[in-house]
């Protein structure tokens, strides 16, 4: 059976009619890309993800947890 693979590039592009019955994947690949070199130039040390926001919490408490 072959497979039926459609691209949308603009969320304003996506036919929400056509989404019935089909599995669908967001991959923003140039907004994060644009995002993270805008934000290395500007002296971030570093870039970061996160599968989840639980982890990326979990990550912060213990990596800015202040000692008293």
């Known amino acids: 059976m072959p497979i039926e693979i459609d691209a949308v590039f603009r969320y304003a592009d996506l036919e929400q009619s ?3 019955g089909r599995s669908v994947a967001v ?3 140039l907004r994060a890309t644009s995002s993270i070199c805008f934000a290395l130039a500007a002296g971030c040390e570093a870039a970061m993800s996160f599968e989840t926001i639980d982890t990326l919490r979990r990550y ?3 990596r800015y947890r202040t000692q008293t």
């Open 60 to 62: 912060a408490e213990t």
């Open 27 to 29: 991959i923003d690949v």
């Open 18 to 20: 056509r989404l019935n």
